[in-house]
């Protein structure tokens, strides 16, 4: 069985503020890979990120990183100086191969 | 420009009535594609996995004969709900796995609202 965990429902944060979405996953698989998308009100799903349960290596992309700690099996991603245009609900996603499981969601509101 | 196509995007039936939900690989061909569901201010929950050429694999709770799913080509897969109901609104989203790139694409998913 396969779980992925987003603890928070909401977020709310001011423009410019720095922000981390957690994300923790439970698996039996060895090899997985690990996914955040992101979903805005129209509803399609954005794809962010992807990453191989081998490559721990940090991911960086403008704004957006990605801290991926196998010992912990946790996969955060952080949004620094935070923009309006990036409220929207994230999503972290497990797949296993067989079937991807997703978190709940993290709703993130960015105020002006 | 998407890998993966979903038509419609929009619909909007009468209850009683069948609508059927088309999910496309553009690019590529998927040998597994996967359907799910996801009600508002909830998250995606997987409903089926269909694999070309065979019959698809239902999660727990999830009723086949209500939503039947066709994976006829290694292209398209098709979700019918069948004889719908106000209760089957929701937004249905499809994902496809490329076995060359090894990884999904998800389609841009489907608002079904039934009156």
């Known amino acids: 069985a396969q779980k992925v965990t987003q603890a928070q429902t909401e977020i709310s944060v001011v423009e410019k503020e720095d922000v981390t979405l957690d994300c923790v996953y439970e698996t039996r698989d060895t090899t997985y890979y690990l996914f955040w998308y992101k979903q805005p009100p129209s509803g399609e799903l954005v794809f962010l990120i992807r990453r191989n349960s081998f490559d721990e290596q940090n991911e960086i992309s403008g704004r957006y990183s990605w801290n991926f700690q196998k010992s912990t099996s946790s996969f955060n991603f952080t949004i620094t100086a935070s923009q309006v245009v990036d409220s929207a609900v994230y999503f972290c996603?497990?797949?296993?191969?067989?079937?991807?499981?997703f978190g709940t969601g993290t709703k993130l509101q960015v105020i002006p | 420009g998407a890998v993966v196509s979903q038509h419609p995007s929009r619909v909007i039936c009468k209850s009683g009535t069948s609508v059927k939900i088309e999910c496309r690989s553009l690019d590529f061909q998927a040998t597994t594609m996967f359907w799910y569901r996801q009600f508002p201010k909830q998250s995606l929950m997987l409903m089926a996995t269909?694999?070309?050429?065979?019959?698809?694999?239902?999660e727990q709770g999830v009723e086949k004969d209500k939503f039947l799913i066709n994976h006829a080509s290694l292209t398209l897969s098709t979700l019918t709900v069948t004889s719908a109901h106000p209760e089957d609104s929701s937004f249905y989203i499809c994902s496809a796995r490329d076995r060359g790139l090894d990884t999904i694409y998800f389609g841009e998913g489907s608002w079904l609202t039934v009156v």
């Open positions: 996603a497990l797949d296993g191969y067989q079937k991807v499981t």
């Open positions: 269909s694999n070309e050429g065979s019959k698809a694999t239902y």
